[in-house]
């Protein structure tokens, strides 16, 4: 099992997508929508009123956070479990906490984290975790959001807030990084997008069998500029 090197502050899941506006004050008292709120004061106790509590396992110590306290994670062990509810895997969502690394993850580190473990390939949940290079990603099933611009990744010893939205009604990852106002990912591959890339691939289909045939001595590769 793959654990955080640091500290964990203020986490949160909401069962609706947040606006950039309500992203960069996470951090206030946002309550709609809220189904589970650790604020990690000395305790892993649900504070949204659904007492989604959660146990500490593998040693998780307390200190000073980012808000008052924080959880503090050795990186090997150390971890957080919640039961299973129905109401932690709502159809569109928002999942976020303020993370603060000692060092980067020899592999992927879980910040907050929905999976089936009895799935090999964990085909379903989500995920909110940072790589060995550090950068940060979400996960939602096999699909993932992570930031764009190259190099981009999260300093040891500075606090982060990182957040993750999937909207199921247009399919849509996005990754935010300490609230800033525009998605830094964005994955989307709605039915409309998949049957223009259908017909456009059928016109040059088309195209190349009236010029002639494909040579298989040679090698074939297709742009599709949308």
């Not at 503090?72 to 976020?96: C, D, M, Q």
């Not at 580190?109 to 390939?121: C, G, Q, T």
């Not at 890339?197 to 195209?207: N, Q, S, T």
Request: hydrophobic share 30%.
């Amino acid at each position: 099992r793959r654990t955080h090197n640091g500290l964990i502050d203020d986490v949160r899941v909401y069962n609706r997508v947040l606006s950039n506006s309500e992203i960069q004050t996470i951090y206030s008292n946002l309550s709609k929508g809220l189904v589970a709120y650790y604020p990690l004061n000395g305790n892993a106790d649900d504070e949204s009123g659904y007492k989604h509590d959660g146990f500490e396992i593998g040693g998780v110590y307390y200190g000073s956070g980012y808000i008052d306290d924080a959880a503090i994670f050795n990186g090997i062990n150390a971890r957080i479990e919640v039961p299973h509810n129905n109401r932690l895997n709502p159809k569109s969502l928002t999942v976020s906490a303020w993370v603060y690394m000692k060092k980067y993850p020899t592999y992927n580190a879980r910040i907050v984290e929905k999976l089936d473990e009895s799935k090999s390939n964990n085909d379903w949940g989500y995920s909110l975790y940072v790589m060995s290079d550090g950068k940060a990603r979400f996960k939602i099933g096999n699909e993932f959001a992570e930031p764009t611009e190259l190099g981009k990744r999260l300093s040891t010893y500075k606090w982060y807030l990182l957040t993750g939205t999937y909207n199921s009604n247009s399919r849509t990852i996005a990754l935010y990084i300490t609230g800033q106002s525009s998605v830094l990912s964005l994955i989307q591959f709605s039915k409309s997008l998949y049957n223009k890339c259908l017909r456009r691939l059928r016109l040059i289909m088309r195209k190349v069998l009236q010029n002639g045939t494909l040579s298989p001595e040679k090698k074939y590769s297709v742009w599709i500029t949308l």
